[in-house]
């Protein structure tokens, strides 16, 4: 009578043991379906449900042998303790291929702004200012050399810089 309360209470408690590895196990599983780059780390998936099928496996031979249960949680908690160093990894690869993303986006849009301006500030400068504006001036803003090496340092050198300060004005705003 008293070794069956005993060993209900020992199943109880590793039932309870098991639930909040569960619980751990549920929030890596949670991380990784919203996690957005999981082709990189494959062996994160392997380990998770590794770390899943030994709970399910302790908590299936609990009833037979409470000894087997426990060394098959522990294992299954080793299992998910891995991921740990993992996650890191993860978080950091986020942050870096959303920043570069984020980087790129905001290129193209520096690039067609400054380009855009260029195509119409450059005709506005010679037709409308031609009466104002010194005549050497405006035989240099009218030669096709002079106009193509605005348009390279403008989306070459300009818009890297502007969309780099945009980068980093957003990440540090996160």
Excluded at 106 to 128: C, D, H, N, R
Excluded at 136 to 148: A, S, T, W
Excluded at 157 to 168: G, S
Aim: hydrophobic share 50%; charged share 25%.
């Amino acid at each position: 009578m008293v070794c069956s309360r005993l060993r209900e209470t020992r199943l109880e408690e590793l039932n309870v043991r098991v639930d909040a590895a569960a619980l751990t196990w549920a929030d890596y599983n949670t991380f990784w379906q919203e996690y957005p780059y999981q082709s990189f780390f494959r062996d994160f998936k392997t380990l998770l449900f590794a770390g899943k099928r030994k709970f399910v496996e302790a908590r299936s031979i609990a009833g037979e042998s409470l000894a087997k249960a426990k060394e098959r949680l522990q294992a299954g908690k080793e299992e998910v303790e891995l991921l740990t160093g993992l996650v890191d990894r993860m978080l950091k690869l986020k942050i870096a291929l959303d920043t570069l993303s984020m980087f790129f986006k905001k290129l193209v849009v520096a690039e067609m702004v400054f380009s855009g301006l260029a195509f119409v500030l450059l005709p506005l400068v010679t037709i409308g200012l031609s009466g104002v504006l010194d005549p050497e001036i405006l035989r240099v803003v009218k030669n096709p050399q002079f106009q193509k090496g605005t348009m390279v340092v403008l989306t070459l050198f300009m818009a890297p810089f502007f969309a780099l300060a945009l980068t980093i004005r957003s990440m540090s705003e996160r």
